[in-house]
């Protein structure tokens, strides 16, 4: 037994982060008699949460698996739908659409990637749409779901899927799994941040009522403000507005509408884009854009004027700024969540972002002695990630076409990172997809994003041309009829979630239940 173990962590801060990091820090670390150890989070009833990340990436549904949440209980609790990727509109262009959807487009080819075939036939012409061998995308179409299933490559699992839940929900979800395991919830407002002399490391917290919190780790869960990462580590901020110029959204709920597509929709507006997120008891709008193009005033009339139902509130503002914490690891304080960095949320990125915090954190775990090794790998990983969602976000504003306003035609000429100028360039020549991040978006997506904005290649992989024509489009032929046949026998999306919500026997095999019900 390490006797220089971590004895006490304080989360500072709740909401999806702070709950997000006790979850599985109370599932791993609690309960342990050879091993002690403690975990409080301070909440403060002063500060709200942000709570516009209600769409997410395939990767939360390992995140709810590692913690052993039931899958039918998680979909009641967070009102939650399914997702199978994201409807862009008017982006581009005005007029056009395409969709992003998580998966694929067909099975490796002599081990290359399927899109470099299907290039090669679109250049000769006489081939559908590459999102046509998209099982996902197809799904998406006609608004259906059904979990992937069975264990040899088919379009029955050529795809994956996220979820939309409402987070606030998710956040009191994972608040009752963390505090059933001892987590402590200590409410309070915390005015000060206690140092130690000889080297500068967080050692207490002191709440408003003169209460005391000493601690070995500390977790800054606090938001924008940065409480401990910024007020007390002093960890520099590295602002990314000069690619990313959105800093300002609005957020508002509306009334439900009796269809649940299963997919979140992104339009794109004169000086920005609206979301929209289907949930089960309402749907999720929000309006995320620049203010130096439009006023506020804007902003919320072009939101709700574009709601599919009645506003339930009125448009809550949030003001931001885009970029990271250079350092979210300094000493023993780790920033998870907004006070780490914050991303726009165009492709579902601040969950996991959260998510994948926690995780290095739990891979790269300390103890008292605090080795500097660790932290400078978490801040490499957690740098690289952000980096790479970064330019994966600048890409929907670099590669528009639109002419109709300033905030678009100033997206089309601005500078861009190195790095994303190298991946449009290598697309543009030869159709390849070149990732920075193996943990971040995959091929499919880069293609999805690229492709989807009108940035046709112009030239393909020359294996591609080693195999014969005739074959090659009577395989994309049978391809494209396997995707179709399969997604026709699927049940209506909205049909699935009924009956999945309504399942009452606890087990996998209620999937299949909703799904045969349903269809």
């Not at 409080?40 to 949440?69: D, H, K, W």
């Not at 543009?428 to 290649?457: Q, T």
Request: one cysteine or more; aromatic letters at 10%.
């Amino acid at each position: 037994m390490n006797d220089r173990a971590i004895r006490k962590i304080v989360i500072v801060g709740g909401g999806t982060a702070g709950w997000m990091a006790a979850a599985p820090l109370s599932m791993m670390l609690l309960g342990h008699a050879h091993r002690p150890c403690e975990i409080v989070l301070v909440e403060s009833p002063e500060l709200g949460t942000i709570g516009v990340g209600e769409a997410t990436l395939p990767p939360i549904r390992y995140y709810n698996q590692v913690l052993g949440l039931d899958h039918v209980e998680f979909v009641r609790k967070t009102q939650a739908t399914f997702k199978l990727g994201i409807e862009f509109k008017d982006w581009g262009r005005v007029g056009h659409r395409f969709f992003h959807g998580f998966g694929g487009f067909g099975p490796q080819i002599q081990n290359r990637s399927s899109f470099m075939y299907w290039l090669r036939l679109a250049r000769s012409g006489g081939i559908p749409s590459y999102e046509d061998f998209s099982t996902a995308t197809v799904m998406a179409r006609q608004s259906r779901f059904t979990p992937p299933s069975g264990k040899e490559p088919s379009a029955h699992n050529a795809y994956s899927y996220a979820f939309h839940f409402d987070a606030g929900l998710y956040a009191a979800h994972l608040r009752d799994y963390a505090m059933q395991r001892g987590t402590q919830r200590i409410e309070g407002t915390i005015v000060d941040v206690e140092l130690r002399p000889e080297d500068g490391f967080v050692c207490a917290v002191k709440l408003r009522d003169g209460r005391r919190i000493e601690g070995d780790l500390f977790i800054d869960c606090s938001g924008f403000r940065g409480l401990l990462i910024d007020g007390a580590m002093k960890s520099a901020f590295e602002d990314w507005s000069a690619w990313l110029p959105c800093n300002s959204a609005l957020a508002v709920p509306c009334a439900k509408v009796d269809r649940l597509t299963p997919y979140t929709t992104s339009t794109a507006r004169s000086a920005g884009w609206q979301w929209r997120i289907p949930l089960q008891h309402r749907t999720g709008n929000g309006h995320v854009y620049c203010s130096d193009f439009s006023s506020d005033d804007e902003a919320a009339r072009v939101l709700l004027y574009h709601l599919d139902g009645e506003a339930l509130d009125s448009p809550r503002q949030l003001r931001f700024t885009t970029g990271r914490r250079r350092e979210a690891w300094v000493k023993n304080v780790v920033a998870v969540g907004l006070a780490s960095g914050f991303l726009e949320p165009l492709e579902s990125t601040s969950i996991q972002l959260i998510m994948d915090g926690v995780g290095s954190l739990v891979e790269l775990f300390p103890d008292r002695d605090f080795q500097p090794g660790l932290a400078a790998e978490y801040n490499r990983k957690m740098a690289r990630q952000y980096e790479s969602i970064r330019d994966f976000i600048i890409l929907h504003y670099k590669l528009n076409e639109r002419d109709d306003s300033e905030f678009w035609r100033y997206c089309a000429a601005m500078p861009i990172p190195d790095t994303l100028q190298h991946q449009i360039e290598l697309f543009r020549e030869s159709g390849r997809v070149c990732i920075l991040d193996k943990e971040s978006f995959e091929e499919p997506s880069w293609i999805s994003i690229m492709f989807g904005l009108g940035l046709v290649p112009k030239a393909h992989d020359p294996f591609a041309d080693l195999v014969d024509e005739t074959g090659l489009r009577t395989h994309f032929k049978r391809l494209r009829e396997a995707i179709a046949g399969t997604v026709a026998g699927m049940p209506d999306h909205t049909d699935f979630i009924r009956r999945y919500a309504q399942a009452d026997r606890v087990g996998e095999d209620r999937v299949g239940q909703a799904a045969a019900a349903a269809a």
